[in-house]
């Protein structure tokens, strides 16, 4: 299935839909559920995925197949809701869709994926990273301990456990000669592989200079090449989702490293360069290169874009704003540094494309709203903007058209209303406000939850 947002608008609530499990899910699992995707999944993604797992069906008839008014009706949200939440379980590696036709009409199928295990999440830097940033270090470490437990306590100890064939007897010409009728069995299930299980992905971006890494931390800190290559994904996937460049790391790596066995502590890097973001939202930015003012123009953009531009493309989205807000005579607010770091998340919009988002609205509304840059950052998304250039070029269009139409064209002639931005920023306190209530109760159930589990 082709997994743009164009599938998504194709899906209505007569649609059919079809549960296939990949595997079983048990209390067990519903426990990682809540401690670990929870805060990741948010509460509608949360009831979708459980939804669909009580929605399997006990016999393979397609023909007998749900609508997707159905779960809509269950759920109690409408069809937007359903298909946000449902891309967040898709893109946490839960859920798998595809889409086929019959005589009946076109139809989902929802591939049911458990989750990870501990060890296995914990593993994995994009996972631990982003549940790091969403509960905080005192929950994350909770939950280390909690998980760590049951591994703990079967050190020092003597496994008696019995095989397979320690316990039962098979003939010995089935064990050589597999008998057809298991062959047959075995070749139904063959195209079924973990390989196609979905997994967190960190898109193609530009990759570090690993060289100069490796070279630069054996020089100043002696910390071994086998360790630093063992760490690798870690430290580059800090890089893509922090948007840290290779000089930085090499001083965090090397303040946080193990003074004992100069050997790299993956914990404390992590939270250093977390540290590092969260002040960044707030420095000063002396040390900021600015643009030459008298940069050449190069295209058909005015000298204030093609400054815009250059400063867009060489500084990370932390930096940028700290600069955008101190030139105003601001300061990053808490809320805005959240804002901030939940879009950096969303990789279809590159750290320069972010950079240009947060200058537009910056000129419109003296603070970040949530609401107004996921309206803007929709309508980039829909209308194909990859670049910085893009960006510019599409704000452009938007302030340019007919004001006696409400409508514009995308590079695809599909006819669509325009976004009157305007109109969301003027509701930019009330939707603070009621992002602040929402955040507060998710935070009490998340409390009532854990208590339960403890």
């Known amino acids: 299935m082709d997994r743009d947002n164009n599938s998504i608008v194709e899906i209505n609530p007569l649609t059919g839909y079809w549960c296939l499990p990949h595997g079983q899910i048990n209390d067990y699992d519903r426990h990682i559920l809540t401690d670990l995707y929870l805060p990741l999944l948010g509460t509608a993604a949360y009831s979708v995925y459980l939804l669909l797992w009580e929605k399997i069906p006990n016999k393979e008839v397609i023909t007998d197949r749900k609508k997707h008014s159905d779960l809509l009706s269950l759920l109690n949200i409408d069809l937007n809701k359903f298909n946000a939440a449902r891309v967040r379980a898709e ?27 501990p060890k296995e999440f914990f593993k994995d830097d994009l996972m631990s990273i982003f549940l790091y940033e969403k509960i905080g270090q005192v929950n994350y470490s909770e939950l280390i301990s909690k998980y760590s437990r049951s591994e703990k306590i079967l050190e020092n100890s003597t496994e008696i ?89 090499i001083d965090l790596i090397g303040k ?13 890097l992590r939270k250093a360069v977390q540290d590092r973001f969260e002040k960044n939202a707030n420095i000063t930015v002396k040390e900021t290169v600015q643009p030459e003012t008298n940069a050449p123009v190069t295209n058909n953009l005015s000298r204030a874009d093609n400054l815009l531009l250059q400063q867009a493309k060489s500084m990370v989205p932390a930096d940028f704003l700290a600069a955008e807000k101190q ?36 000129q419109n509304s003296p603070t ?23 960006a510019l070029k599409r704000l452009r269009d938007f302030q340019n058209r007919p004001r006696n139409t409400r409508r514009y064209n995308n590079r695809n ?20 406000k009621n992002a602040q209530v929402k955040r507060q109760e998710l935070q009490a159930r998340l409390r009532k939850m854990r208590n339960k589990d403890n």
């Not at 929802?110 to 295990?117: A, D, G, I, M, S």
Request: glycine content about 4%; hydrophobic content about 40%.
């Open 327 to 362: 030139k105003s005579g601001g300061f990053t607010g808490a809320a805005e540094s959240k804002a901030l770091r939940d879009m950096a998340m969303k990789t279809y919009l590159s750290p320069a494309v972010l950079n240009i988002l947060v200058d537009y609205i910056l």
């Open 91 to 117: 893109a946490l590696g839960l859920i798998r869709t595809f889409t086929k036709q019959d005589d009946l009409g076109e139809y989902c199928v929802y591939q049911l994926f458990e989750p990870l295990t």
């Open 256 to 268: 946080t490293a193990n003074i004992v066995d100069n050997k790299i502590d993956p914990v404390r």
């Open 161 to 249: 456990t019995k095989d397979f064939l320690e316990v039962f007897q098979l003939n010995n010409d089935d064990l050589i000669n597999t008998p057809a009728e298991v062959k047959k069995g075995q070749n139904e299930f063959s195209g079924g592989s973990d390989e196609n299980k979905p997994k967190v992905d960190s898109k193609a971006m530009e990759q570090l200079d690993w060289e100069l890494i490796e070279d630069r931390i054996g020089q100043l800190y002696k910390i071994n090449p086998a360790d630093l290559l063992q760490n690798q994904e870690l430290i580059i996937n800090l890089h893509l989702f922090y948007g840290v460049n290779e000089i930085a790391l």
């Open 368 to 390: 970040l709203s949530v609401a107004l840059m996921e309206t803007v950052a929709n309508d980039w998304q829909q209308n194909q903007v990859k670049t910085p250039e893009d």
């Open 413 to 432: 002639k599909k006819v669509e209303k325009a976004t009157d931005w305007s109109k969301v920023k003027s509701n930019t306190q009330t939707d603070d």
